[in-house]
């Protein structure tokens, strides 16, 4: 079973621009979750779909955040403008119907 | 408001003996708890997992202690091993009410030969 993919890896961009990034789940998993990961923290949940719905997004800054599952498989992150403060690891995690997650290897991205 | 909590960021501990990670958790809705590790440049990877109906879960080296009425549970390692070393996360679940992953800090386990 293919796991959780993740583009791109690295990416590094100046404040006030934009980033997408791009998960895919593993196949037939209709929880889809952003989390994004601080240096020295643990991941926060940004927003969770279940197939292409939004379940949660309470968490996600909306005026610079947004996200999409188009046909409730491949899903993008979006970041417009970028703050000094998003510089963190992105991670792209789906589930079945149990409670643990598959994470992909997340996307570090650094705002400078 | 950090409802998972992991007060020990880094543990140091030598190989053959055993590793105790702790985590308190704060909301007694959550009815799922599981332990994430993580190596450098890669995602967190399941571990072990423990219902709130239980208050022992086991799998070979592993073992997950959950005590409800201190809201705290803990991570055995027996014996530990210096492929280990790694960042462990605790994460609780409202699995019921729609199941989000809420992860505590992270603590460093350090394995020394």
């Known amino acids: 079973e293919a796991g959780v993919a993740q583009s791109p890896r690295y990416k590094i961009i100046e404040k006030r621009q934009s980033v997408a990034f791009w998960c895919n789940p593993i196949s037939g998993h209709a929880t889809l979750y952003w989390y994004q990961q601080i240096l020295g923290q643990g991941p926060k949940l940004l927003i969770q779909?279940?197939?292409?719905?939004?379940?949660?997004d309470s968490q996600l800054p909306k005026d610079r955040f947004s996200a999409e599952r188009l046909k409730g498989v491949d899903s993008t992150l979006k970041i417009q403008p970028a703050k000094l403060e998003d510089s963190a690891v992105y991670l792209c995690a789906s589930s079945l119907s149990q409670p643990s997650a598959n994470f992909g290897p997340g996307t570090r991205l650094t705002v400078t | 408001d950090q409802q998972v909590k992991q007060n020990s960021p880094s543990l140091s501990v030598q190989e053959g003996r055993i590793s105790i990670l702790n985590c308190d958790y704060t909301?007694?809705?959550?009815?799922?708890f599981l332990w994430y590790k993580k190596y450098p440049a890669e995602g967190p990877t399941f571990l072990i997992s423990i219902s709130s109906i239980k208050d022992k879960n086991e799998d070979g080296r592993f073992t997950v202690f959950l005590n409800k009425s201190a809201k705290h549970l803990s991570l055995h390692i027996v014996p530990s091993q210096p492929g280990d070393s790694a960042v462990y996360f605790c994460?609780?679940?409202?699995w019921g009410k729609g199941g989000k992953l809420i992860f505590g800090q992270g603590t460093e386990l350090s394995v020394k030969p």
């Open positions: 909301n007694s809705m959550f009815d799922y």
């Open positions: 994460a609780a679940s409202d």
């Open positions: 779909f279940q197939n292409n719905g939004v379940v949660d």
